[in-house]
């Protein structure tokens, strides 16, 4: 199951109010706002700006999207500089927020190793929350055998699946384990999720497979999963993220074991000494 995906970003700078006009009271779900560029703009980061600025309040977590295929240029924002003056612009129009939701960036999966390296220095250093890792890709593998395979757009489903996952340990590589990652491409199954949790995403996303299978497809997903570290032996899932990554891994358990032992001593309290007459 695949899908190229032509569309890219057209927004109407007048349409804010109009389909935003209130910010609601309490969100009844988890609301995440991908931000990209219009393909008319000529300047490096005013859309994600006046995005931050309009959709911030209402999000649970923002996406700075550099990645889509279908939006002439953008992907060039994925280099060095590029990538460090539009990242530290949209943390400091975040930071001016009142509810100062997460901030993310969404990457290719077509990158180069220094690409991603460049990415992984500037999300460190700017104190980015995380990474969306991947969006679709501009390949076309051997295997894709429809006859529209050869369209323009970004393709997702299985055929990106095991590049994703990829793409995924290399970053968390990178950022030795530093960095909160989402794992996107092609899971369709309790397995995939697996995989990618294992090379260092800390949850998961779905898409193409939920076009095709509807909602439900979600709790499929879940369950295989729970299964499957059952029978491995684990109950968390912070226990499979990054197992790929022995060194990283085995590091993080013993920071994590030796703030749980300072918590616990934080903790402690002593009870006074009663006044006992003799």
Known sequence: ?????????????????FVFP?????????????????KTSEHESEDYEIGIEKLGPYADYLVINISSPNTPGLRNLQKS????????????????????PPLFVKIAPDLSTEEMNDIASAVIELNVDGILVTN???QR???????NSSETGGLSGLPIRDISTECIRKMYALTKGRVFIVGIGGVGSGHDAYEKLKAGASV??????MV?????????????LAKL??????????????????????????KSVQDERQDEHDTVVLSPIANVDA
């Open 1 to 17: 199951l695949i899908t190229i995906s032509k569309g890219g970003f057209r927004v109407c700078k007048g349409i804010w109010n």
């Open 22 to 38: 209130f910010y609601p009271e309490a969100a009844p779900s988890l609301l995440g706002v991908n931000l990209g560029k219009n």
């Open 81 to 100: 500089e590029p990538i460090r003056r539009l990242l530290k612009v949209a943390v400091q129009r975040r930071d001016a927020l009142m509810n100062k």
């Open 136 to 138: 679709t890709s501009n």
């Open 141 to 147: 593998p051997d295997s894709l055998k429809s006859r």
């Open 204 to 209: 998961v996303q779905i898409y193409s497979r």
């Open 212 to 224: 095709y299978e509807g909602p439900g497809v979600v709790s499929r997903i879940r369950n295989e």
């Open 229 to 254: 570290m059952l029978d491995n032996g684990q109950r968390r899932v912070e226990e499979v993220i990054g197992l790929d990554h022995e060194d990283i891994y085995w590091d993080k358990k013993l």
